[in-house]
Structure formats: structure tokens, C-alpha cells
């Protein structure tokens, strides 16, 4: 059984927005787009370490805000030329409230 | 021993023969060239953008002096054939030089028509046929002033426009209702004055020259309706003579032009005649095309093929001014027999009709999107029949064969004979060896190689297709492409359109335009969040989620995710309280680096995203607001001391520059917008580099703009000189509010004013006042809406979220 963790309500982010969960050792951000589906990835560009969430949401993908590579926030996987990979952590929505998967956070936090 | 070939007369027609002639081997003539011009053979076609200032005479060279050489060929420049001695067959010309000859070839060209009234000999009336006329005319724009242009056709035009180019005020006078009536109908002709006016180009239809007045030189122009017209300088460009006079001193049969026979013989057939001065089945020839196929024609006989015979043929006629779109072929009066196809769009500025008889066409007009032009002359050549596609066929080629062909594929399909370069002559296959054979990969290659699109350069499109064709993503050409692959618009397009149709959302503009992506990409956001926010002021509700990170926290993202914090000081000035501030600042949130930038502005660095509305909080408190050192918009306005301490300051340049920034900040731009105020020509303030720049002399301000030094360098352009301070104020103003109204976003002005050229810049902000104002108000309005500081906005807690993290977890999280 997973245990999930609330970490904030769908409202709290704007659309085509991201907002950064802190854990230890590092930040995960969590998108939602303009259809309102909410992804959590690792707020790291593997290019230059860029914070994704800064970056401009489009579909179901964002651009980096340093360098303009472009990201699928579903797989993590850079679209395009680009190649590299960004972590994705599993979340589950239940009426509007976030929940992140605790031992993944975790993880995360090693 | 060789046979000796003589030519009199070393343009563009001779030139194709010879080169033709020395294809196939070593030549059997020893070739001998008089021309009166004193240079070599150069493209003729191209003078316009010489004198518009597009091109160098080096750039339109067609044979160099090396080519001569290299070909053993004796070229006496600047000598005039008097004489053509039949019996001794010898020419001679006017400084005596004289040549035998087995051979002779007459191509003397055309002469341009002067109308005989009054003055048409006064200093200062120019005809327009060589790089003398151009010189001269590109000397007398040299003192700005009035230019007449007698004659509405292609020639007449294209003078016109590069005389505004030059910078002269223009007036066409043309004796038909409409203008290039013999290649235009009224409705096409009518759009392409509408265009020339809105540059700036006043045009005379109906207009009967009755006498050029001047005493010394030129003064004005009288019509016959009794309207005088002041000028500096009249270009007659009304028509053009064939050049036939030494053929009929020499007792050769001549109508208007010499006359040949199909194989370009004259009535003594040891003479031809070739280009302009011919005569050919009834018909001269005035356009390249028909000439080259002579030349062809003339080469083969040379060599020995008895059997070559020139073909009458129709040609199709552009109009080489940047900018404006025309195409024009075949016969299009309106007549009995005859149905015509019709489709105006009238927002887009596109006209097409295309002239069918017995289902044939017969002509065609394009105005505005000319792309589909040699796919209808083909057409037209081949006597296609239309039936088949008639519900589609104005709308080109693209939309045949049910769904949308795109112009690649229809490209790819044309069999390898089929011609691409009219001007030239050169087919699809000959292009696409060279490409793959020479290893060609761009334009410029191409052209060096085959000559496809290297005459008039309509077939440039066509050309470009190929050479994506063959070469797939290894051509990547300069032009404008879609906005990004969320749409097949440019940008000019889509700025348009989203006036034309009053979208005041991005989600509408994606909407109307059939956006391919269902929210864009991060490359057309924010471009279309800038329109917006620059077309409808108070009434579009800036986007922050189409924003880069750096304009939607008003901080300069660093490259370890920190901040960088810029706070304005008006003109570079400073005082002690800001600097206390400022210190107190980076004291205060232990901010790791301070430092002076190129601006004349004090930057923060390394801030965390967290600490800056409190940063902002602090410095607001000193009464600083947000510098904007990370906008499109405008950034700074650096100055020197001026008048106010400098003992070479000519006027308070630094009062200036505060002014400026005080009245333009927070104003969006397609690009940064830097500005600087210099005291005096010494320009302490470097203001010749910037996208504006002032230099104030003992008279006024000088005002300049169009500088760069970035990635490109460039000096400043001189716009204009203003008497007074809110003169100056007002067009740096209005010139401000065109850009942002006409710029591409990401687009400097430098770029910017490349692209639509300084001319139609001084029509809407210098020289025509009311439009001043009108730029200057509407700006004035947007500021109206923009000057909020959004450091104290997101101190009082807009976007809060923007600067907290949604949720935090310490360390026990996992136990928890
Ligand atoms: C500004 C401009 C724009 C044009 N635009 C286009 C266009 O877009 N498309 C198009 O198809 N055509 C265009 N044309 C027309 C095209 O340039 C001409 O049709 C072509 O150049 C004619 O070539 P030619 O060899 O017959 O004569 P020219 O190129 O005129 O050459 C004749 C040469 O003979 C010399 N000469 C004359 N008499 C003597 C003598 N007695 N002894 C020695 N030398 C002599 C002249 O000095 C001249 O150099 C344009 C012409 C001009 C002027
Ligand atoms: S530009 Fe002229 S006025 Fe300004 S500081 Fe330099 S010398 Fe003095
Ligand atoms: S010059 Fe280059 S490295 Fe230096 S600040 Fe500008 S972009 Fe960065
Ligand atoms: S750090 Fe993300 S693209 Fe370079």
C-alpha cells in the first residue's frame, strides 16, 4: 500500500502553472495544465540543472526556462533533438486535493 | 586562323550568347566587343536595388573583367561604334578604333523615349536605362529635395521607389487612369497604387506632362490642367526606343527595331541583330527572357546548327520593389470570348485573376500573393486544359487534386524538364545535378551555378522548394518562416489578423487562426501575449503564464535558478538614500554580489526567488521601483552629464533622459529598448549604438536609432534633427509606439527597420505630423495601463504563490 501525502489543492497552482514541493535535498514541481491534469516531476532540467517549473507550460509539456529544451510532463522525456529525462513522481487527485506518493518523497529526499 | 566575330553593344543579350557559344567547346571566333558604356556586362534588371540602396554595382556584374580575359576576348569599353563599313566589313568607332569582321552582331539595346516638351533638356531630367542614370540619380537624392517621375510603368516605379529609398520625396506623374497598364488591369493597378501611397509615393494618374520649367536646372514640372509641380530632379521613364540607327545607316532593312529573321539574321547575313534592337516576326522585345532565347538562338547558328529557330513567346513581368508582390502574363483584356476567374480578399491585400479562353487560360494577374504565377504560366504555355479543376483553380496550385497538395510536394512532382528560371532558361533537372553534384546548399550557390534565379529572382520561391526538396532539413534558408509549428502564419500575418478581426485572447486568436496545438509552445505565447497586450491596451488582460519566468517575477532568472535585482535610476542618476538602500538591501539578505552594468544601473545578484518581495519591499521604500532589466520593454535611458556640469554640453541631456524614462517606462516592446541621451557629439553616453539615441547639438537634438551592439554591431542612423526638447520627446515617442506596432516579437528596431525600411519611418513619424500624433497619442494611452510598478504589486501580494512553495517537508517526512 502506498501511503500519499496532501500537499495542496489543484486551485493552488495557476493554470498552466507549477508550484514547487520542498522535500529534502530538493524541490519537486508539481504542473497543471490548461485541462486541469496535474503532473509532478523533479524540478531539474538534466541539461543545466534549469527549474522546470519556471518554464512555460504548453499542453502537456514544458520548455525550460534556460535553455528552451521541452519536456513531457507525463513520461519526463525531452521532446525533440533534445535527449535527457527528467524524474516523474506518481500523484493522485481526490477532489481537487494533491497527493504525493510519501515514500517516493522520500526517495526524493536520499 | 579564327573567323572573326564582332559585337557592338555588351549587354545582357551578347553576353547570354556568348557564354552559350563557349559552352560547347573551344570557339571557332576570335571575339571583339565595342560598347559604349564604359564597363563591363552587368545585369541590367538588377539597377533598381542598386539605386534603392539593396545592392552594389560588384554584386550585379555578370561577366568580371577575369571572364574576358580568360575567354581571349578584346572588350573596348566606352567606345561607340559611328560606323558599320559593309563592304570592307569593318565597324568603327568614335575615337577611331576600328575592327574586321567575319561575323557581326548588332545588340545596341533600346534608348529610352524622352517626351519632346518644353525643358526636357534642363540639368537635372534623367532617363533611366544605365548605371550612369542610377548614379546620377542616387547624387541628386544626395540632397533630399522632390523627384518627379514622368511614367507609371514598371521602369517609372521601380525609379520611384528607390529614389524614396534614397530619401527624396516622390511624385509619379502617369498619362493612363491606372498605373502599369500593360501589365496590370484596373483593379490590380489600383491596389498597387494604394500600396505606393502608403509608402509615401504621391501618384498622378491622368496626368499630361505639358512642360519641365528651370533656368539653371530643373524647377518644377507643368501639367497641362495647369498644376505645377516643384521638383530637383525629373526621371523620364515613359518608354523605351529600340536602338536601331546604326543598322539603318548601314542600309540594313529596319521597321522599329532591325529586322531578322527567325534565326536572327539581318537582310545581310553576315549581320545579326540580337536583344532590344531587334526586330523579330513583327515583334522587340523589351524583357529578358524572349532575349536570351535569341542569344540561344544566335550561339547555335554561330556554331554551325542552321536549324535553331526563335519562337515568339509570351513573358511574364514583376515589379522588383521589396515588398510589393505583382505578377502579370499573357493577354488579360476583357473581350467576348473570354471568362475570367476573380478572387479578391481584400484584408489580405490579394487580387487573382486569372483570363480563360475556350477554357485555356490566356492571362493571368496576381496581386499580393504571387506564389501560384508560374504555375498558371505554365499552364498557360502548355495550353492546359482547366476544365478539371476549374471550382479550384484560383486557388493555385496547392489545392488541386482534392486535399491540399503542399508546394514541396508540388515541386517534387514537376518532371525534370520543366522550366524554373524563365529569365535563364534553366529546368528543374539542371538545378537539382547541381545541387547534389556541387554539393550546393544554399541560394547564393545555386545561383552562382546554374543562374537559376539570378536575373529578375522571381523564381526564387521555386528554387528554394528544390533545394529543399533534394537537401530535406540540410537547407535551412533565411527567410521568414511560420511563427512556430503551431501555425502556418508569420508573424506579420498574425499581427494583422488579430487587428483585422478584433482578437483580443490568445485562446480566441487560436481559435480564429486554427492554431495546430491546443495551447501553443513557449516560442508563439509569448509572442501573441505581447500583441495582445501592444494592440489592445486596457482591454486584453496580460497573460503571466505566457510570460518567460523573467518578465513574470520581475527578476532576471540566473543560470543556478537565483535572481538578479535591478532596481531604476532615472537616467542613470543616483542619490546617497538609494545607495544607503541598495547596501542595506544586500546586507540584509546576504546578497552575494553587487554590480555596476553597462546601463548606468546598480544589479543584485544571486537573490533567491523567496526573499524578493521582500527585497522589492525595502527598496520600494527608498522610492526605487523595478528597473526592468529583464523585460521586452523598455529598459534604459543612459545619459551624460550635459549642460548641467560638462563644459562641452550643449543642452541638459541628462534632464532629457530622465524625461524619456519617466514618460516611457513600463511600455512593452517587441524587444528590449535601450536608449541614451549624449550632450554633445563627443557622445560620452554612447548613444550611436543604441535602438535610440539622442545627440544634442547647439541647434536641438539630433535623433538616431537602429544602432546594435550585441551579437550584430551597428552604428545608429540619423532619423532627424528636432528644434526643441518636446519635439525630440514626441518623435522618440511615436517612433517607439511604430515599433511596437509593427515590430516581430524578439525583433530589435535595428531588425526592424532593415526589414520595413527607413522611408516608410519617416512617413509615419517625421514628416508627416498629424501621424506623429497619432502614434505618440495611442502610445500615450497604453501607458495609461502600464506604468504600475509590479514590484509593489507583488509586495501587496499579487502572484503570491509565484514566491512560496506550495508545501514543505523537513526531514521526518518519510517517518511520518
Ligand atoms: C531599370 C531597368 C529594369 C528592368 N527590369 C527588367 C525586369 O525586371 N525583367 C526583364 O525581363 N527586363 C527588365 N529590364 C529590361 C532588360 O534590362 C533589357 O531588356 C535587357 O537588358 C536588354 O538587353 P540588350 O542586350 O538587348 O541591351 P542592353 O542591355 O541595353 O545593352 C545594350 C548596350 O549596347 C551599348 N550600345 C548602344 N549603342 C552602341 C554603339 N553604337 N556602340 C557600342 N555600344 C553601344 C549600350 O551602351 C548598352 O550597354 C529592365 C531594364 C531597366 C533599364
Ligand atoms: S557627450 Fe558631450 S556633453 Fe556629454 S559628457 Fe561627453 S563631452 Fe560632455
Ligand atoms: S555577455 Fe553573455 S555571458 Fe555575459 S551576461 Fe551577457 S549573455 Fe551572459
Ligand atoms: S537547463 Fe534546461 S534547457 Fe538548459
Redesign the pocket.
Known sequence: MTDWIEIGTVQAIPRRGARCVSVPGGKIAVFRTQEDQIFAIENRCPHRNGPLSEGIVHGGSVTCPLHNWVFDLATGKALGADEGEVRTYPIDVVDGRIFLAADLVAVAAE | MKEKLVI????????RALEKLFETGPSRYSVTI????P?V?Y??????PV?SGEKSFEDIIIHGDGWYIEHGIMLYKG????EIDREKRMVR?EQGATAEYDKLII?????PFIIPVPGHKLPGVLS???LDDVHAMMLAAKGRGHAVVIGGG??GL??AAGLLNQGMSVTVLHVNPTLMERQLDPAAGYLLQRELERRGIEVITKANTKEIIGGSRVEAVLLDDGRRISADLVVMAVG?RP?A??GKEAGLAVNRGIVVNDQMQTSDPAIYA?????EVGGTC?????P?YSQANIVAAHLSGDSKAAFVPQY?A????VTGIDLYSVGDFAEGEDREEIVLRDATAGVYKRVILRDDRIIGAVLYGDTADGPWFFDMLKNGTDTRPMRDTLIFGQAYQGGTPLDPMAAVAALPDEAEICG?NGVCKGKITDAITGKGLTTLDGVRAHTKASA??G?CTGLVEQLLRATLGDGYNPAAVQPMCPCTDYGHDDVRRLIVAKSLKSIPAVMQELEWKTSCGCAKCRPALNYYLVADWPGEYEDDGQSRFINERVHANIQKDGTYSVVPRMWGGMTNPKELRAIADVADKFAIPAVKVTGGQRIDLLGVKKEDLPAVWADLNAAGMVSGAAYAKGLRTVKTCVGSDWCRFGTQDSTGLGIRIEKFMWGAWTPAKLKLAVSGCPRNCAEATCKDIGVICVDSGYDIHFAGAAGLDIKGTELLCHADTEDEALEIIVALTQLYREQGRYLERIYKWAKRVGTPSILANVVTDREKRRHYYERFVYSQTFAQVDPWEERVNGKDAHEFAAMAEFGLPVAAE
Request: contains cysteine.
Open positions: 557592338i553593344g555588351n549587354g545582357m543579350a551578347p553576353g565595342f560598347n559604349a558604356e564597363r556586362n545585369d541590367r534588371i538588377m539597377l533598381s539605386l567606345h561607340r561604334i559611328v568607332s545588340a545596341t539595346g533600346s534608348v533611366y536605362r544605365d514598371l521602369l521601380e525609379a523605351i536602338n540607327a546604326l540580337l536583344g532590344e534592337c531587334a522585345y523589351g524583357l529578358v527572357a532575349l513573358t513581368t514583376r515589379l522588383k529569365c536575373s529578375c522571381s
